[in-house]
């Protein structure tokens, strides 16, 4: 089902959708527009994702068993290994 919706756009926009739409890009500011959401909607799924990944990442790391080090403790251990593979 369609709604129909009142929206305001900045001339700009307005400009840019209607360029597109005249140069035969799209078949109505209508198509555009939804083009757009479409898009848009593909972008916050895409983020919710990552946001997602992130945080399983960080509860993994917080759920390690391994006991923390210090930062002293990770200085020499990146020394470590960066002389072995030099």
């Known amino acids: 089902m369609n709604e129909k919706l009142s929206i305001t756009l900045p001339s700009e926009m307005v400009a840019a959708i209607k ?3 005249d140069a035969g890009a799209y078949a109505s500011t209508s198509e555009v527009l939804r083009a757009a959401m479409r898009l848009w909607l593909r972008e ?5 994702e990552r946001i997602a990944a992130i ?4 509860k993994a790391s917080l759920d390690d068993p391994r006991r923390n080090l210090t930062g002293e403790e ?10 072995k593979h030099r």
């Not at 916050?44 to 919710?48: G, L, R, S, V």
């Not at 945080?55 to 960080?58: A, D, I, L």
């Not at 990770?74 to 002389?83: E, M, R, S």
């Open 55 to 58: 945080r399983t990442r960080v």
């Open 44 to 48: 916050e799924a895409e983020y919710e």
């Open 74 to 83: 990770v200085k020499q251990q990146l020394g470590a290994f960066f002389d």
């Open 19 to 21: 360029s597109r739409v």
